[in-house]
């Protein structure tokens, strides 16, 4: 039994204490006064921190803490965009307006943006984030209901990225990357923050979040050592502050009822939260500080110990099931001077009323960041961290040597004198055959590669020139495809095949303008039946008999990759995946590297 002591103030300043006595587990609905609403309405009361806002408070707006700075918070809105659209416009405004009285740096969002995921529901959250454009950065996370339905979860279909498109965030100061294997997807991403001298990163997580989501989470943390990590999903802790159980771990654990629009492990395994999500990711992570998390109408703090020993604060946040869905509160997360001290206060614009219950107000102490746990990060964490525009040149007073890259894959390369140059352009398949070309290509050229995942075409127009750069270059292998026949939440593939055709001819052209020889890649293939991550493509053949015939007409060298994996592709390529293992990348490795040197000067393919 948990007994609760509840404070309620009317308008007219009459205080009502009520005491309930309930089960951990069991909740009662019980009709109490609400500020400004008649007696007949209904509040529901459930266990130890699942209280109004409303039940203890002060007039007025939060202390702003001088010389520190906050985060805003904003959980579940789904009813707002649903019912209350007012209210979310009053919840982005007023952090627009205070933004310099609290140094407000980041805003973030915990889920359920929406409630049904209607077309109209998200036009109010695009509308009202739409007051934090061009002011500050914020990040928006989706949530069960911002899917739509249990198949689109399974799936991890959204309408999210259609509304808060990645090119949107990446016009923001703060961005850093996507997830490496959806690059032109919103829904998981990271973003870095310097304040005081201590560096921060918010990694923003799906619903359910898949296994591989958490490896390239885990890549990106372990790339961004010196950052104090806050990570922000949608289910993470339950009502009795455990961690949920509803992914890989539910059988083993033996749960009963697995998580709203998730279902059970034996058909999903790679759908994680709570306590999949700790064990995969948060317990291994010695810069991990803080996991964020809204879903169930309830507050609450706990903190564990990850494996180096950090101390890891554990926050859900949500009053959905609050008057008038949630009646505007939010939380500020204020950064005291001192650099580790996080004062945490609710506040609602709409009521403009200070929660003041002991639950709510408490401060947390983030250590500095734990040396990292775990092996070197992946290959494929490069996409992740480079999908961004490169970061701000050093100034020109500064000798400091150029910070490397997460992965020496992307890493800019010395060039050996008097070798020819070569640039590799391609997406993550590519990623993967880099070093091995490097390696078998040392002494005959310099292997450059595009700092980055190329992704489709229409990313190859936007940033050839960036690319090319000034210098000559005298082989370029390149390929685009698998993200260009890739299809959308909105049923369309991400680049059409007339569109694909027009971007190919137009990027030939400005790579041949730099008298270079050129060698195409054909797309590699992609698995019949259901991926990890669940996506779903066009035919690759079709796209390849479109490059094949822009290659044609310009007289472009074909290296075949497609004909050369495909008799071993069982063994070389990963399970229900575009990608390879290390012996696949090695192989199509191999066909590069002999495809280039043929193109080189005689003097140079010993």
Not at 41 to 70: M, Q, R
Not at 304 to 312: C, L, M, P, Q
Not at 480 to 492: T, V
């Amino acid at each position: 039994m948990r007994c609760l002591s509840l404070s309620f103030v009317s308008s007219s300043c009459v205080a009502a204490l009520l005491a309930v006595a309930i089960e951990s587990n069991a909740s009662a609905q019980l009709p109490v006064p609400i500020p400004g609403k008649a007696l007949k309405e209904v509040v529901k009361i459930v266990p130890l921190g699942l209280l109004p806002a409303s039940t203890s408070t002060t007039p007025g707006e939060p202390a702003p803490i001088e010389g520190g700075f906050t985060i805003m918070v904003m959980p579940d809105t789904q009813y707002y965009s649903q019912q209350y659209p007012d209210t979310f416009h009053k919840q982005t405004q007023w952090i627009a307006d205070t933004a310099a009285k609290y140094n407000t740096v980041f805003v973030a969002h915990l889920g359920d943006i929406t409630e049904t995921a209607a077309d109209a529901e998200w036009k109010v959250a695009q509308a009202a984030f739409a007051r934090l454009d061009g002011k500050l950065p914020y990040l928006p996370t989706p949530g069960n209901h911002d899917y739509g339905g249990r198949l689109q979860v399974q799936t991890h279909r959204s309408p999210y990225t259609n509304f808060f498109p990645v090119a949107g965030f990446q016009k923001m100061a703060t961005f850093g990357g996507t997830y490496d294997k959806e690059p032109e997807k919103s829904d998981n991403q990271y973003h870095r923050v310097t304040v005081g001298g201590r560096k921060w990163m918010v990694i923003a997580l799906e619903y359910a979040p898949r296994t591989d989501v958490l490896r390239w989470a885990g890549d990106v943390c372990r790339a961004n050592p010196e950052h104090s990590v806050i990570i922000t999903t949608h289910a993470y802790l339950d009502p009795r502050t455990n961690r949920r159980f509803p992914g890989a771990l539910a059988e083993a654990k033996k749960e009963k009822k697995p998580d709203e629009g998730v279902k059970p492990a034996k058909e999903r395994p790679d759908l994680n939260q709570g306590e999949d999500m700790w064990q995969k990711l948060v317990s291994k992570h010695g810069n991990i500080a803080l996991v964020l998390c809204g879903h169930a109408s309830y507050t609450a703090h706990v903190t564990s110990t990850g494996e180096a020993g950090n101390t890891v604060h554990e926050v859900v946040v949500d009053y959905q099931r609050d008057v008038n869905g949630g009646d505007g509160w939010m939380r500020l997360l204020q950064f005291l001077p001192d650099g580790k001290t996080v004062r945490t206060r609710d506040y609602s614009p709409t009521l403009n009323l200070t929660c003041t219950m002991s639950d709510r107000c408490y401060d947390m102490v983030f250590e500095l960041p734990k040396a990292p746990t775990g092996s070197a990060v992946s290959v494929l964490a490069a996409a992740a961290l480079q999908v961004t525009a490169a970061a701000p040149a050093a100034p020109a007073s500064t000798k400091e040597k150029p910070k490397a890259s997460a992965n020496p894959v992307m890493d800019p390369i010395k060039d050996v004198p008097g070798l020819p140059r070569v640039l590799l352009i391609g997406d993550s398949i590519s990623i993967g055959y880099t070093m091995p070309v490097r390696k078998l290509l040392e002494g005959k050229a310099n292997v450059h590669r595009i700092p980055t995942n190329g992704g489709p075409t229409k990313n190859g127009i936007a940033n050839i020139d960036k690319w090319l750069g000034n210098g000559k270059w005298d082989v370029i292998h390149f390929n685009w495809g698998i993200h260009d026949l890739k299809y959308m939440p909105d049923g369309k593939r991400q680049v059409e095949p007339e569109d694909y055709e027009k971007n190919l001819r137009a990027l030939v052209k400005k790579m041949k303008s730099k008298g270079t020889k050129l060698i195409w890649a054909t797309t590699t293939p992609i698995p019949d039946g259901e991926l990890n991550p669940p996506r779903r493509f066009g035919q690759v053949k079709e796209y390849n008999e479109i490059a094949a015939r822009v290659m044609q007409d310009e007289g472009v060298v074909v290296d075949d990759l497609n004909a050369w994996i495909t008799p071993d592709l069982a063994k070389l390529q990963n399970p229900k995946d575009v990608h390879y293992n290390a012996a696949g990348s090695d192989r199509l490795g191999e066909k590069v590297a002999e495809e280039i040197t043929k193109a080189l000067p005689a003097s140079n393919r010993r």
